[in-house]
């Protein structure tokens, strides 16, 4: 049944997802990621403020620790996040800003422990830079797109954004049946209550011209077998999308519909969508600046993401 199949995804979330306890490494490392990725977006803020993040930064650090004392110190991301957490330290340091006490000993803390780190210098682009390969080889292409977060005033044009809707067409789906929906929205009020909503676009979404939202029909699919393929289309169709906003000279970034019920709830109340259509995700659009900044997003290397069997 359905509600077998529910359950069976249930019990694995709930005994593996880092949701109550970071008692694993790969738990651990996954939270680590997750804060020195919220300090690399605040490094390349368009209005960047000194001394933000102060909670980040000792969670960031608390963790740092943590995973030193308990598992492997040759852990990529754990190098990684040290030298975001020092690329921080440096900037304020460069700008003579005092940062907070508690900040200054958690940091000398890590450092302390003298780990091999990545020294990290977030990317820096002109416009036409950011834009040289979108007619290059795919490999080029690919590599060249980025999550921006730094737009300008002026509109994108609706042949842009129907362009890139027509190229995201051809993103395969189970069986053809293309269950994605998009919203596109140009009112700024509108883009900024339901970017409020979202809630994790804090020091750039006020700057987006242009809101897709990505949604998927779950009326396409049917059976247990089928209860996630809605999310599986649909993310699919969201990467085709930004490939062709890129290819279009659209800077965009894709942001969480990681939903709660309440959320959703709200959501529903100012967004036209079916009752069976679920949220997918949103892209906020905008034309780039003449320069701006990107975070790094380290990835990892190709061995421990790929298992050969």
């Known amino acids: ?94 700008e003579n800003f005092v940062l907070d006490t508690e900040i200054q000993d958690a940091i000398a803390k890590i450092e302390s422990y003298n780990i091999h780190t990545i020294a990290t210098q977030q990317l820096h682009f002109t416009k036409e830079e950011y834009f040289s390969t979108i007619n290059d080889d795919f490999a080029k292409f690919s590599n060249s797109r980025k999550s921006v977060r730094n737009f300008t005033t002026e509109p994108i044009s609706q042949a842009q954004i ?7 067409r051809n993103t395969p789906s189970a069986c053809n049946r293309q269950s994605w929906r998009t919203y596109v929205y140009t009112d700024k009020k509108t883009i900024e209550t339901l970017l409020k909503i979202q809630g994790g676009n804090r020091g750039f979404g006020h700057l987006a011209n242009t809101l897709i939202v990505l949604c998927g029909e779950v009326g396409m699919f049917y059976g247990q077998a089928e209860r996630n393929e809605v999310f599986i289309d649909g993310g699919m169709y969201a990467m085709n999308l930004l490939y062709a906003l890129h290819y279009n000279k659209i800077g965009a970034c894709i942001l969480n519909c990681s939903t709660t019920v309440e959320k959703d709830t709200l959501l529903r109340k100012h967004i036209p969508i079916k009752p069976s259509e679920v949220f997918i995700a949103m892209i906020v659009c905008g034309n780039v600046p003449d320069t701006f900044s990107v975070p790094i997003s380290k990835r990892y290397e190709l061995t421990k993401t790929n298992k050969e069997v």
């Not at 694993?24 to 919220?38: F, P």
């Not at 129907?162 to 190229?167: D, G, N, R, V, W």
């Open 1 to 94: 049944t359905i509600k077998r199949g529910y359950l069976y995804d249930y019990k694995r979330y709930i005994n593996y997802a880092d949701t109550y306890e970071s008692n694993t490494s790969t738990k651990l490392m996954g939270r680590i990621i997750r804060e020195y990725h919220v300090i690399e977006k605040g490094l390349t803020m368009p209005e960047r403020r000194l001394g933000f993040g102060k909670d980040r930064i000792l969670s960031l650090c608390n963790a740092c620790k943590t995973y030193i004392e308990k598992y492997n110190t040759d852990e990529l991301q754990l190098q990684h996040a040290i030298g975001v957490l020092l690329e921080y330290k440096k900037l304020h340091e460069t």
């Open 162 to 168: 129907t362009h890139a809707l027509e190229l995201a």
